[in-house]
């Protein structure tokens, strides 16, 4: 498809542990984000980056930190993961002057 | 900041029937993109259609259609002969045009379920 791949598909931790999730992308595109789904609340973007160490906080970015060092990756970090942190994590990218993203396939994150 | 709202948390449809998703949204701006995105029991998720803000006239792809009522900021989705494989949460979405970073504002989701 679009060229991008989440990592892990799955993962559960516990509570207070730091938990990384990786987005890497082929198609060399600016643009990635970082959103997560619950219920009832649809897709909530939690970070976004424009660029090699350009990044910026979405609407609900509150514990957690992203980096982009390369092109192709972007990584979101949950420093100290909490219950309320358990949901699916998409990565999204988007090239420059086109209005479509492309969505990776997600993670499902438990946090006990 | 925009807010993009879907009232309907459930719907169900026949196959072969016609159903309509509903979508408004709240925003100041005058230039922006809306989408209808589907994401089936796989967690993948769809572009169905998008519509331009400035044309007037409504995006269709094949069995999907959308009413925009651009006064109204309504974005409602059609879809036609419905089938099973339709059976999927749909998503409305806002983007602002420009200095945004094409970032989507997402609904909470419709869950549609085509029984045969």
């Known amino acids: 498809d679009a060229g991008i791949t989440q990592s892990p598909r799955h993962k559960v931790t516990e509570t207070g542990t730091p938990v990384t999730l990786r987005c890497h992308q082929t198609?060399?595109?600016?643009?990635m984000y970082w959103y997560r789904q619950d219920p009832g609340h649809g897709l909530r973007l939690i970070h976004y980056?424009?660029?090699?160490?350009?990044?910026d906080k979405g609407e609900v970015s509150d514990g957690y930190s992203v980096s982009r060092s390369k092109t192709e990756d972007f990584l979101l970090t949950l420093e100290s993961a909490t219950s309320s942190q358990t949901s699916v994590y998409f990565c999204?990218?988007?090239?420059?002057?086109?209005?479509?993203?492309?969505f990776g396939s997600g993670t499902q994150l438990s946090v006990l | 900041a925009q807010t993009v709202t879907q009232s309907q948390p459930e719907m169900s449809v026949q196959e072969a029937e016609t159903v309509t998703l509903s979508c408004t949204y709240d925003?100041?701006?005058?230039?922006?993109?809306l989408f209808w995105y589907k994401q089936p029991p796989s967690r993948q998720m769809i572009l169905v259609i998008r519509?331009?803000?400035?044309?007037?006239q409504n995006a269709t792809e094949n069995r999907f259609s959308v009413n925009f009522q651009k006064a109204a900021k309504s974005f409602s989705l059609k879809i036609s002969d419905s089938q099973l494989g339709d059976t999927a949460m749909y998503f409305c979405?806002?983007?602002?045009?420009?200095?945004?970073?094409?970032?989507?504002?997402f609904g909470q989701g419709t869950i549609l379920t085509v029984h045969p």
């Open positions: 999204a990218i988007r090239g420059q002057g086109g209005e479509k993203l492309f």
């Open positions: 198609e060399n595109h600016r643009y």
């Open positions: 979405a806002f983007m602002k045009v420009g200095t945004s970073y094409g970032k989507l504002t």
């Open positions: 980056s424009y660029g090699v160490k350009d990044t």
């Open positions: 925003t100041s701006e005058n230039n922006y993109y």
């Open positions: 519509q331009e803000a400035y044309k007037q």
